[in-house]
């Protein structure tokens, strides 16, 4: 079955940096578009990027030019560069592989 395990997520200062990382299994990686959304606290899930099956990109407005999503097809694994973090930023991160299956998230936290 797909699974998705989510890791990377810290307390950051803002401006700093974190790369987040999820691993997928149970699909076919190399040939699925994979998504990462965030739940900030009180608000709905929101989609942050996507990056499709041959590595075309796209953002959420909010995070256009400060996030990067990226994917190693030989690690299974989707990752999320955030950088010029912000309080705003503050969320549990998924990713997901448009199955309707989730993983836990990894928690992150922008504050000084």
């Known amino acids: 079955q797909v699974q998705l395990v989510e890791s990377g997520g810290d307390l950051v200062q803002p401006g700093g940096s974190l790369r987040l990382s999820c691993a997928a299994s149970g699909i076919s990686f190399s040939l699925t578009n994979m998504y990462w959304y965030r739940q900030a606290p009180g608000k709905q899930r929101e989609w942050v990027a996507i990056?499709?099956?041959?590595?075309?990109?796209n953002y959420a407005n909010s995070v256009k030019g400060r996030f990067t999503i990226s994917r190693d097809n030989a690690k299974n694994t989707v990752y999320l560069q955030m950088n010029s973090l912000k309080s705003d930023d503050t969320a549990v991160y998924y990713c997901?592989?448009?199955?309707?299956?989730w993983g836990r998230g990894t928690q992150v936290t922008v504050s000084s």
């Open positions: 997901n592989s448009g199955s309707g299956v």
């Open positions: 990056i499709t099956s041959s590595g075309n990109t």
